[in-house]
């Protein structure tokens, strides 16, 4: 099993109780899966994706990643499996806004301390896969909302990670740049990353394998995907 | 880090108000530092420009606990006996006429008992120094002159050197030229020639006198004896020289120092202090600065997250952090180093004269260093504790967008800084109060003369030209009778030695009538006077009476003493009547016939010693100053007195006039000159520190706008919401006004040598600044408390 979590729980203090935005969270993700989480605003979502993608460390329960016990890591062993293993795509895009879009992308590259050389021959080829070669050495206000995510996603990549996380990745872009985007991560599911997207989108959802429902932090259901249906709509 | 070097030239191109802002601060608070360390460096730490400048020593000769630290020229000539010292060798300064190569002047000169220049290890440009011959009394006279006065008067011929001069009316062959690297004594104004004291006709009858105790003394410490070993040696020398000369050397002792502290030692409390302050005013920049990129990072919280997010370690996020301050502080280094270049010439036009090796005060590579490792530390300094507070961010929060509102430790650790600042600025703002009020003190000190519309000139008579006691005489009467009759002086007057002029001469003397006692033996500041000098210098007479024309060289041997003399030696009794004999010059025993006040010697805040006054006529030196007092203001009367005295003598070269101000100006430069520093630093902290609670106080009201406009809206007023913005400011001074007193009171003790008629912890002074930070506090206060009242209610919900 790729990913695995157990009783999850997050809450945060409240008067004299407390108020929980997870609770008893048990999942099982496997590889190659494509699966997207649904669910209310409010349903603690985002707050999963972001402990699956190990930026949140305060929460309860546990969590196993490619067998390893995140929980029981400490933060810079956490980084490290991160790191080599997991790549973000976020709804706001998060670029870098005082570098290039090359520069953006080769980020990623020099915090896993890959070679000058490797990272110039990497970010070419991401360039290129992604065909935004023309774009590289304008900043992130120079471009529309979804080639922003474009790069997000690219950036997300770039360093072949197993699972994609993705927060909302179409909910600031128009539907033609939706499209674009999902079926940007069909393709990336089809050559073997995981895709895990948080998606207020039925139709985005459909691309996927597998939903599972969040309500007032409960999984609620799982549902398989007509990923047919979806793709003609 | 290649690329985090580019990525923090980005992000400062981008802000450049931000990056303005902070590299004018960093670059005036590096560059007024770098200036003092190049004077502390120059002055103090730099050793001095001879060979084996360590093994210089300096003898310091005097009655114990008095260690002012001259010797007689028969004392320096036993200490040469001493194994673990060599090249003993006494100097003095004075001034000594040429003529003949060209107009008449008066060099500063100094006189030497041995061959200085080996004792220093100079080599010479031309020619040779002195050797034993050359400085036993009755031997040929001989010069050596230095290179700048070879250029002007000798066309740099090497033909001088053998050349004759003619040198205080006697010939004298020139025979060595020193180069101008070779400054010795180390003064002011450099020395033009080298002359031996025992071939000068005064300096010969000096040379023979024990009890005539004139040369300062420094000699080269032999490679194997410590300083330790040479002081117990010259010490033991000192004592049998009390023993076997109880008449002119009893109670005296000998004490060693390296010549370097000897020059400069005195300076070095005064100095230490000043850097101290202006580091101080470096910190208040750097916590200012630090407040700057704290409430900058509070903006960079989204781009640190996604940093994180993407895979930056702590570490890596503080080290690209530490890289844009680190190019900050080095950009302000930059500008930094260009403004000390000014600061230092700045502080050495103002600066006092008689703080040496002032003038050759320069931005070496020395300073070039410490200014580089000072930038680079200011830089760390300032954004160490930013970068650890703004790496800390929750990336996880930040990301989903669920974070907002006030950063709490940030705002916390902005306050802590604003508070340290103003704790800093109330120990420097005491510190130049206490040194304010020390130089009021000083200025208010009563000096014993009157120093306005008054001027004083020197005049150093040639012994070939004036060789007799009636020449010299002579030419003092009808001197001091040509000026009293220039139109606008109302007086005129001789002294062979000018107070507050830096010449005091201490003579001993011995009370007759009672045992030979060490307690009737004792050293006055001396002074050969005409008549009316008194009258002409204001000094009050106390008792008795003071010279009259009758009191001349034929007339029986008077003395006047000081109030402190008559109350030292005879407190149980009238002096007046009682004789006296003096060390020099004497001419038998002399009675006491006038009491006149105290006046102030060498310096002003030094308590009065003994003086005596003998007729000019009854001791005639071959030097003297004269005195005019004006009528009205005196400046124009300058030129009447220099062509009266070439009228006089046309071969006599007039000395420099100056006001009897300037004298007493002079002897308090030296704490003005500190003072004025210690009181910009000070100034420069406060603004900075006032700076530094307005930004807070600013930022905290754009954070709190939510805040004031719920409170609006639930019926605050305009007087709520400004007593809230204030006591913000209150809270903070006061917690800094609580350090900084503490702080203070500790830290100040340091300044005690420095202070005079004020004490460290004085409680005037510090209320006093307590009270001017806080209106600093309340100033920086008013502009964001303003801006608080005006906040719109609704406008500020609605942004919610």
């Known amino acids: 099993m790729l990913i695995s979590l157990r009783n999850v729980e997050k809450s945060y203090p409240h008067g004299v109780g407390r108020t929980y935005v997870l609770r008893r969270v048990n999942l099982d993700i496997k590889e190659g899966e494509f699966v997207s989480i649904m669910g209310p605003s409010g349903a603690g979502k985002s707050t999963l994706l972001h402990i699956l993608g190990m930026h949140d460390s305060a929460w309860s329960g546990e969590y196993y990643f490619m067998d390893q016990p995140v929980h029981r890591l400490n933060p810079k062993q956490r980084s490290e499996l991160h790191k080599k293993h997991i790549g973000f795509v976020f709804q706001s895009y998060h670029l870098l806004d005082n570098l290039t879009v090359y520069e953006n992308l080769e980020i990623p590259l020099s915090y896993r301390n890959v070679s000058r050389k490797d990272r110039q021959s990497m970010v070419a080829d991401i360039l290129d896969r992604f065909q935004i070669v023309g774009k590289k050495d304008l900043y992130p206000n120079q471009l529309s909302g979804g080639q922003q995510q474009l790069v997000g996603v690219a950036r997300a990549v770039i360093a072949n990670p197993q699972v994609v996380l993705a927060d909302e990745p179409t909910g600031n872009l128009h539907s033609a740049q939706g499209k674009e985007i999902m079926e940007l991560f069909r393709s990336l599911n089809d050559s073997g990353a995981t895709i895990v997207q948080v998606t207020h989108s039925e139709v985005n959802a459909s691309y996927g394998t597998r939903i599972i429902q969040l309500r007032d932090g409960w999984v609620v259901d799982e549902e398989t995907s007509n990923q047919t249906s979806a793709a003609t709509v | ?800």
Request: proline share 5%; glycine share 10%.
């Open chain 2, 1 to 800: 880090m290649f690329s985090d070097l580019r990525h923090a030239l980005r992000i400062l191109r981008q802000a450049p108000g931000f990056t303005l802002l902070v590299v004018i601060v960093l670059a005036i608070g590096i560059g007024a530092t770098t200036s003092i360390f190049s004077v502390v460096n120059g002055v103090l730490l730099k050793p001095l420009p001879f060979p084996d400048a360590d093994r210089l020593i300096a003898i310091q000769s005097g009655l114990r606990g008095d260690h002012g630290g001259t010797a007689s020229v028969p004392d320096i000539t036993d200490m040469q006996a001493a194994r673990t010292v060599r090249d003993v060798v006494g100097y003095t300064g004075g001034t000594a006429i040429l003529t003949g190569h060209g107009e008449a002047k008066t060099l500063l000169t100094s006189f030497v008992t041995g061959d200085l220049m080996a004792t220093l290890g100079v080599p010479l440009l031309l020619g040779r120094s002195f050797t034993a011959d050359d400085v036993r009394i009755g031997a040929a006279p001989v010069a050596v002159i230095s290179e700048r006065l070879w250029t002007d008067r000798f066309g740099r011929q090497p033909s001088a050197v053998g050349s004759v001069a003619t040198i205080e009316g006697q010939p004298v062959t020139i025979i060595g030229v020193a180069p101008d690297s070779f400054d010795f004594p180390i003064q002011a104004k450099r020395v033009e020639a080298w002359l031996p004291i025992a071939t000068t006709q005064i300096g010969a009858q000096f040379a023979a006198v024990r009890g005539a105790h004139l040369m300062h003394t420094i000699a080269r410490r032999q490679p194997d004896a410590s300083i330790e070993q040479a002081a117990a040696e010259l010490d033991a020398i000192g004592e049998r020289l009390a023993r076997d000369y109880p008449k002119s050397n009893a109670g005296r002792s000998i004490r060693v120092v390296p010549l370097q502290e000897r020059i400069v030692g005195e300076h070095r409390t005064a100095l230490t202090v000043l850097l101290a302050a202006v580091a101080g005013v470096l910190l208040i920049a750097c916590a200012n600065v630090a407040n700057l990129l704290l409430a900058r990072g509070i903006g960079r919280r989204r781009e640190i997250a996604i940093r994180s997010a993407l895979g930056a370690g702590r570490a890596r996020i503080v080290r690209q952090l530490l890289m844009e301050s680190v190019l900050l502080a080095v950009i302000a280094g930059g500008a930094g180093i260009l403004l000390s270049q000014w600061g230092v010439a700045a502080i050495v036009a103002a600066s006092p004269l008689d703080i040496p090796r002032l003038q050759g005060v320069r931005v070496d590579r020395t300073v070039l260093m410490f200014a580089a490792l000072l930038s680079a530390a200011t830089g760390i300094g300032f954004g160490i504790i930013p970068a650890f507070q703004v790496s800390r961010a929750d990336a996880g929060e930040t990301l989903k967008g669920t974070t907002g509102g006030i950063d709490v430790r940030s705002a916390r650790t902005r306050q802590l800084l604003v508070a340290g600042e103003v704790a800093l600025s109330l120990v420097l703002l005491v510190g130049a109060g206490l040194l304010g009020r020390t130089l009021l003190n000083l200025e208010r000190v009563e000096v014993g003369f009157v120093a306005e519309r008054a001027l004083a000139m020197e005049i150093s008579l040639p012994d070939t030209r004036y060789p007799s006691p009636e020449a010299r005489i002579a030419f003092q009467r009808r001197t001091v009778d040509a000026l009293g009759a220039i139109p606008g002086v109302r007086s005129a007057a001789a002294t062979s030695t000018l107070p507050l002029s830096g010449n005091d001469m201490g003579i001993g003397f011995r009370i007759e009538g009672r045992a030979v006692r060490d307690e009737d033996r004792g050293n006055a500041a001396y002074h050969a006077i005409s008549s009316d000098y008194f009258a002409t210098m204001g000094i009050r007479l106390l008792r008795g009476r003071v010279f009259t024309e009758r009191d001349d060289e034929h007339g029986r041997g008077v003395i006047v003493i000081s109030d402190t003399m008559a109350r030292t030696y005879w407190p149980n009794e009238d002096p007046l009547g009682k004789r006296i004999t003096v060390s020099y010059g004497n001419t038998g025993s002399r009675e006491v016939i006038g009491i006149v006040a105290d006046v102030k010697e060498s310096a002003v805040s030094e308590p009065s010693r003994a003086e005596m006054y003998t007729p000019f006529a009854q001791t005639p030196w071959p030097f003297f100053t004269v005195v005019v007092r004006a009528e009205h203001d005196p400046a124009p009367l300058a030129a009447a007195l220099r062509s009266t005295i070439t009228r006089l003598d046309p071969e006599q070269p007039p000395g420099d006039v100056q006001t009897l101000g300037y004298f007493v100006r002079e002897a308090t430069a030296q704490p003005r000159f500190t003072a004025t520093l210690a009181a910009a630093f000070a100034l420069l902290a406060t603004v900075l520190a006032g700076l530094g609670i307005y930004g807070v106080l600013a930022y905290g009201v754009a954070q709190r706008r939510r805040e004031i406009g719920i409170r609006m809206a639930l019926g605050a007023r305009a007087a709520d919401v400004r007593a809230l913005v204030v006591g913000q400011a209150v809270a903070l001074s006061g917690i800094g006004v609580a350090i900084g007193v503490a702080a203070a009171i500790a830290l100040t003790r340091v300044l005690a040598s420095l202070l005079f008629g004020v004490s460290a912890s004085d409680p005037l002074t510090f209320a006093g600044v307590c009270v001017l930070l806080m209106m600093v506090v309340a100033a920086a206060a008013y502009l964001p408390a303003r801006r608080a009242t005006r906040v719109d209610p609704l406008v500020a919900l609605r942004a919610d």
